[in-house]
């Protein structure tokens, strides 16, 4: 094999430590998060190198481009689109050896190497009174990744997703050369558009090895509401109100009660938040609590109109943090049954509308969806649970609800990305002239193919 | 001349009365905004097509490329960089006539042609209670132009640049080739970072014919608040404080009294607002009355440690306006005694740093500036004034400005570009593998060099 003949070329690289052959030791650098039931199937002709500086990169990245052999970079392993799966014979390039964060509290800005994980950089911030908003749910994600998948979450609502954390990047191209975009500047017109190739282009054109982000002060007054409700379509209503209103809360989250007590039980939490069908969670986070109590008074009474029972309301840490939790974890509750978890995004005029579709779907292939969405910014989450069904029926429902996102102009994923699971659907709902302006993009960045190869380009 | 040969192919596109030969009607045509003393000097053998769809844009450039014909896109001609400047023989490609903005108001969304300007915009999303915050001053700048600007303006502070705002864009590509990216969703995974690549590209890579913006609700209470300072050092400490303590206001600007007075005394108002060196000027907007009063308590409370007098406050529409129209008039009245307007930005924490070296090189060449920043953002616009001082001196001013805010990790522009003027400043301050990249695109992009030559890209 082409990539036995480089291993001790990749050993004199990097050190004798940090190329791993031995199966067992390949084995976990071989799957990502993706479900079983879609994901590809791993190649295991692959040696695993981990490069220690960023100089290493480049010369593993010459070392790969001169031999034409494929490299899979490598993050946390947290995506659900199987983009972190090698596919080919070739290099599994891990960054994780690349992780320090240096928070430059001055200036509001942490400067992260890529292998960085999301719960180190929390951590960071948080020790010098800072906070870094975009949180996709695993915080074993390391920023790399998170730059690469242009990382969303529930507070990309008012803080928006990865992209507009990022101030300036450093990029290893396929032939080994460093590429510096950007710096510490707020705004930045002099060239900082280039980042934005790679935000979000899922390792396909070139490695993420550093990054300047932007922090914020760690919020001073915070509080978390559940306001219970009937229907999702009054809750869906009753947002949209708080939306046209002007309210911008840190997220705002539609949750089905039977997933939220579901997660509960799982977690061994008690359930202590009430009744109700589904629920509207609402975080909220002030400068100051007047101003706190004065939003959480407006957006009550908006509300009001239309709840089912009596609103929870916390400031306590605890308790937002426990409900939180809850939250957050429902992916985790239902991994055991689930067939795919999607991520739709809507626009935000037409979510009654797809919720009626996926209802529609639901009946129609006797499936029913927990109903998990970052209501705020139109993601719906819509996971497909196995529930005995057959692969081929999961796969229409998946079709139909991916067709009915696209008919009312929303997208079929508005934060997992394409990865290698979505590469068909991507092939057929984007623009011809787009297609063909990435695979044009593609080449002159990565003549020869070996980024990540089967993954993202359509 | 090889322009006039393709003349009547031209006309037979877009139809006898929308392709302009004669020298006087070409000549609003041969400039922008861009200062006298710095814009390059026009060519005038040009041809000025005026395209009434997106089909007949796609045809021009079809022409264009098959003749190898330079082409210069052109918006609301208010850059200040020279970018929509003709400097070769070739085309001036008019977005005008197309000028539709189409409001979504079920999804606060605006569908825009390139052509529309920033007031009709702006005019059209409050008939429909919306709201389009990026403000780069000049109404009347166009959509597309906009948009290939990344432009930017007071209240990207907590909306962010234009880069925030699109949702989708449509593109025609050097070749004729139509690309539609994005669309209505306001998280998108599938193919938008491709939109990214065009969002500040200044008419290097391709033309905007078409873009989707988000759209917010009109602002309900709002205020503007006037603190005066003894020393612009004070002042930045102040709104230091602010940040640090989570406000988010929709601006927070620094103005030197001169310059606010003066400017006043330019439109002919008479300055009612007290007496200061400077002041920080505060733009608030929140959903309801009294997240904003409290919102207005906390800054005061933190602001008036060190304000040298009582604050000037204003919830009236009027007073509101007057003020903004003095703000953003300053410019113009300094407008006869420029050389260049510099739009420089900093890291936070390194404005005050930055405020000294300007004091520096103002004592070092018997210059004054007046102190004009969107301080939030970090973004500075020292005025190089004529003052009747030698061209090479100012240039030296100049290139000191850059060379301080480059020291201090910040960028030669945070909004108005590199376009031609600042071209020799990206080739020295840009990285080289960043540079090579960007010549690597516009190459698989532009593979001819028409669109827009001799700009941006260094």
């Known amino acids: 094999m082409l990539i ?65 052999i494929p490299v899979f970079p490598r993050g946390g392993g947290t995506g659900l689109t199987g983009g972190a799966i090698p596919t080919r014979s070739g290099i599994v390039l891990s960054l994780e050896r690349l992780n320090r964060v240096n928070i430059d509290k001055n200036n509001m800005i942490a400067e992260v190497e890529a292998g960085a994980t999301l719960r180190k950089l929390i ?23 998170l730059i690469a998948c242009n990382a969303g979450g529930s507070r990309a609502l008012r803080h928006g997703t990865m ?24 705004k930045n017109n002099m060239g900082t558009n280039f980042s934005h190739l790679f935000i979000g282009s899922e390792g396909s054109l070139g490695i993420i090895v550093k990054a300047y982000v932007k922090l914020y ?23 949209m109100e708080l939306l046209w209103n002007g309210y911008v809360p840190l997220s705002l989250e539609l949750v089905d009660a039977t997933s939220m007590r579901k997660t509960a039980d799982y977690l061994g939490l ?7 069908e589904v629920y509207l969670m609402i975080l909220l986070a002030e400068p100051n609590q007047e101003m706190l109590y004065a939003e959480i008074e407006g957006i009550s009474s908006i509300l009001s109109r239309r ?19 809850i939250r957050s974890e429902i992916y985790s509750a239902y991994e055991k049954n689930l067939f795919e978890g999607l991520d739709v995004s809507l626009p935000l005029g037409e979510i009654r509308n797809f919720l009626e579709m996926l209802n529609r779907i639901g009946e129609k292939y006797g499936v029913k969806f927990p109903i998990v969405a970052h209501l705020g910014d139109g993601t719906f989450h819509p996971d497909i649970l196995l529930d005995s069904k057959e692969k081929d029926v999961l796969v229409k429902v998946r079709e139909e609800i991916y067709e009915s996102a696209i008919s009312l102009g929303g ?18 709902y984007l623009d011809e002239g787009l297609k063909e302006l990435m695979r044009n993009i593609k080449k002159a960045i990565d003549e020869k193919g070996i980024m990540n190869p089967d993954k993202f380009i359509p």
Do not use: C
Not at 217 to 239: C, V
């Open 163 to 186: 992209r507009n954390s990022v101030l300036g990047l450093q990029i290893v191209l396929p032939n080994g050369r460093l590429v510096t975009i950007g710096g510490k500047a707020l």
């Open 4 to 68: 036995d003949e480089i291993s001790e070329e990749l050993r004199a690289i990097v050190g004798e430590n940090w190329v791993i052959t031995d199966p067992r030791a390949i084995d976990p650098y071989l799957f990502d998060k993706t479900e079983p039931y879609i994901r590809p199937q791993p190649i295991k002709e692959v040696i695993v190198v981990k490069p220690g500086s960023i100089d290493e990169i480049s010369k593993v990245m010459k070392l790969a481009f001169a031999s034409s």
């Open 411 to 428: 997208s079929i994923t508005g934060e997992h990305g394409i990865g290698y699971t979505r590469r068909v659907y991507a092939e057929k």
């Open 307 to 325: 709840t089912s029972g009596e609103p929870i309301l916390t400031e306590r840490r605890e308790e937002q943090d426990e409900i939180l939790k």
């Open 217 to 239: 002060p760690k919020p001073r007054f915070s509080a978390t509401l559940l306001f219970p409700f009937s229907s999702p379509n009054d809750a869906i209503e009753a947002a």
């Open 123 to 145: 951590e960071e911030a948080e020790k010098n009174d800072l906070y870094f908003p975009p949180h996709p749910g695993d915080e074993g994600a390391q920023i790399g990744g």
């Open 270 to 276: 008690p359930w202590k938040y009430g009744t109700g």
